[in-house]
């Protein structure tokens, strides 16, 4: 591809295959860090200069008070992920990382459904959130929510299950995630 | 001991060796400014805080010791973006204090409000927004602890007024424990030995050396290693100074603007050792052809650098230093044979004998560019700091003019910052007052921070400007020369300003060398001169830099 500094024109097919080259596995990184101001805009401003999207980030509190744990996931490719996990190590007020493999650790999320029922559809609603093991948390005249927990696919099949009956609307944590065993996350 | 917190940073600059700091006043950092007033700590009042930033960082980078400086809050601030951004991109260690507006005013668009701590969130190594005054020592001097270690960088403290108007028991930090910081310093020992036999099996070794060996003060080490093998060497922009030229051994600097020789030993090298080099696209040229033949061994204190731009075969981490030195200690176990290397010398020498460095000299009295950068060398016989700021003079005079010791040659290498030579020299010569303090600069980066010429004047600060003026910005008519057919747009910068008369009404001496054939003798009086001279030397208007690697080709396909 042209230099910018050269006149060489620049085609709009080179661009948007050097940008297609990032989507690859998903990552569920974890990063334990201190609580210090600024730490999640440090971190969210590392994947922003590279050009990640993250897709799902949920930060939450430790065993340890002064430690918070940030889960998040984004799509990329081998490589340019790894300059990313080099670049969150040098934060200062990052204590560690570890990029989860799904075999070795279990990864859960939550997901809250607001969906239209009344009379008539109530029973069959209740049939399935019994099969996703879901609860039902609220119930109104025409509405009921819905409370999901388990792995993304699992949220995700619920939600293709229950679209049909009218979903309202619909909110999710994203995933936390531990590793497996005695070892630590 | 109760004080002020803004006492307390005070006692901390001086519990860290401060002596000279650089900065601007303004309403939230009056306090401060009190505090400094009986310090005993010398402050040098810019006139932009863009200068300061500079001054801080040429301190640094001539000293190896930490730069200060102070700015107030919104305005001060965003000026210092620049010299920051500077300082991350060539791992500048510098600590910037700014002023913030009070507690009760953060987020209402108080006057002189700007988000600091956000804004230069992407340009600092770490940063600092004090919450609670006792916090202020602890903070200062993990700033200074952040900054000179590991992969060195700017850090900056935000503090807003009200904090530092409050009384404090200040009591001396003892040390600095910093859980999520621990860089690695001690070198891998089993990498290192991997490397040194490396080293002993390569028929066509190059050693690449950056800034990162000066910043580790490892110039011995590497001079030693290259002595201990007959090793060529060739550094980076950054990395001049690091091992002395001129020399046999010294294959010139690499990269876009580097010898010919240097880069076609990168492209031919069966091992290259890079030690304190990023791989930076100005080194490397066509990324997918930079020194196909080669394996790298990769020395950097940055773990993020390993493999970012080149894959590294034998990477290994930490202080330049202490692992180029336990490198020679392992390679000498080896007992090498430098009559290996005679094939690559002949190899080098036969490009050497080729294609030295030349230009068509005048057949007047006019002075080509390269010639002024030939006169400032003869002039001082090298023995000086040169600073220079961004474009054509700056690359001539990185092959030009030649540096037998690190940390004389002072540099805006990352960023390529216009008008960052002169502040930086002033910073130099105020680290170094022993040494000559000379800026080459150009006609065009010269005007971007000019302002200084009177703090030069002010604190008597005898830093020598040569101003290498062909009324262009040059580097980018020689681009639009060679790659936009020669549609000069926006480049041609007038005859003016004077700056003789410019000198003189800053406090300055001005003078203006015209004469070819004097143009040493001329240079040399007026080096000469006490205080602060600024010296306008006309050269050829339309010259271009080269050798030259074209934007996006190889080494081997270098132009003129």
Redesign the interface.
């Known amino acids: 591809m042209g230099e910018p500094g050269t006149k060489e024109l620049l085609s709009l097919e080179e661009l948007e295959a050097t940008a297609g080259l990032r989507t690859g596995r998903k990552h569920v990184l974890s990063i334990l860090v201190e609580n210090k101001p600024g730490v999640l805009t440090r971190i969210a401003g590392l994947f922003a200069r590279r050009g990640f999207n993250i897709d799902t980030l949920v930060v939450g509190p430790t065993d340890e008070s002064s430690l918070s744990r940030i889960t998040l996931t984004v799509d990329g490719a081998m490589h340019p992920i790894d300059q990313v996990t080099k670049q969150l190590h040098k934060l200062v007020n990052v204590l560690k990382i570890r990029d989860l493999e799904p075999e070795e650790a279990v990864a859960r999320e939550m997901a809250l459904f607001k969906v239209s029922a009344d009379a008539g559809s109530r029973g069959e609603i209740m049939q399935v959130v019994e099969i996703f093991r879901g609860k039902i948390i609220d119930v109104q005249r025409r509405t009921v929510i819905v409370e999901v927990t388990g792995t993304h696919a699992k949220v995700e099949a619920f939600e293709r299950m229950v679209r049909p009956f009218g979903l309202i609307e619909m909110a999710r944590t994203g995933e936390i995630a531990l590793s497996r065993g005695r070892s630590e996350t | 001991m109760m004080m002020r917190a803004v006492d307390a940073i005070m006692e901390c600059l001086k519990a860290e060796g401060v002596d000279v700091v650089f900065g601007y006043p303004g309403g939230a950092n009056l306090p401060t400014y009190d505090a400094m007033y009986d310090s005993g700590i010398r402050h040098i009042l810019v006139r932009h805080e863009a200068g300061g930033g500079h001054a801080a960082e040429g301190y640094a980078k001539a000293s190896g010791k930490v730069g200060v400086c102070f700015a107030t809050s919104g305005p001060g601030a965003t000026n210092i973006v620049t010299p920051l951004t500077d300082a991350m991109m060539d791992s500048v260690p510098v600590v910037f204090f700014t002023g913030q507006v009070r507690t009760d005013l953060l987020g209402t668009d108080g006057f002189q409000e700007a988000d600091t701590?956000?804004m230069t969130?992407?340009i600092v190594k770490?940063?600092f927004?004090i919450?609670h005054p006792t916090e202020i020592p602890r903070a200062v001097h993990e700033a200074f602890h952040?900054a000179r270690s590991g992969r060195p960088g700017p850090v900056l403290i935000d503090m807003p007024t009200d904090l530092t108007r409050v009384e404090i028991d200040y009591e001396p930090v003892g040390d600095v424990r910093?859980?999520?910081?621990q860089p690695t310093t001690e070198g891998n020992q089993k990498q290192i030995r991997i490397a040194a036999k490396a080293l002993h099996n390569a028929r066509r070794p190059v050693l690449y050396v950056g800034g990162g060996a000066i910043q580790a003060n490892a110039s011995a080490e590497v001079t030693m290693l290259a002595r201990s093998d007959n090793l060529p060497v060739t550094c980076t922009l950054m990395g001049l100074g690091a091992f002395p030229a001129p020399d046999p051994q010294w294959l010139g600097m690499l990269g876009m603007h580097g010898t010919r020789t240097a880069n076609y030993a990168m492209d031919e090298a069966d091992l290259i050792v890079a030690i304190g080099a990023r791989f930076d696209d100005r080194i490397t040229g066509k990324l997918s052809e930079f020194a196909p033949r080669a394996k790298f061994v990769h020395i950097d204190i940055?773990?993020?650098e390993i493999s970012?731009n080149v894959p590294a075969h034998i990477p290994i981490v930490g202080d330049a230093k202490n692992i180029v030195g336990r490198l020679l200690e392992e390679y000498r176990k080896l007992e090498p044979d430098s009559s290996r290397l005679a094939g690559w010398w002949e190899r080098i020498e036969g490009w050497r004998a080729q294609h030295p460095l030349r230009y068509e000299d005048s057949v007047d009295t006019e002075i080509k560019p390269q010639f002024l950068v030939q006169a400032l060398y003869e002039a001082t016989g090298g023995d000086c700091i040169l600073a220079t700021d961004i474009g054509q003079h700056q690359m001539w005079a990185a092959q030009y003019f030649h540096f037998d010791r690190p940390r004389r040659w002072i540099q805006s290498g990352g960023l390529g910052t216009m008008g960052f030579g002169m502040p930086a020299a002033m910073g130099a010569a105020v680290a170094q007052p022993g040494l000559q303090t000379i800026v080459l600069t150009g006609d065009g980066s010269i005007q971007m921070n000019m302002q200084e010429f009177s703090t030069l004047a002010t604190y008597g600060i005898p830093v020598k400007t040569v101003i290498m003026n062909n009324g262009y910005l040059g580097m980018v008519r020689q681009?639009q020369e060679l790659?936009?057919?020669r549609r000069y747009s926006a480049v041609e910068m007038s005859q003016w300003p004077d700056f003789v008369m410019l000198a003189e009404a800053t406090g300055c001496a001005g003078m203006r060398l015209t004469d070819k054939t004097t143009l040493v003798e001329d240079l040399r009086a007026a080096l000469a001169v006490d205080g602060p001279v600024v010296i306008d030397v006309p050269v050829t208007k339309e010259e271009c830099v080269y050798p030259m690697i074209?934007?996006?080709q190889a080494a081997r396909d270098m132009v003129g």
């Open positions: 701590f956000g969130m992407p770490h940063s927004m919450q952040i910093l859980p999520g910081y940055d773990p993020a970012k681009w790659f936009w057919d074209a934007p996006g």
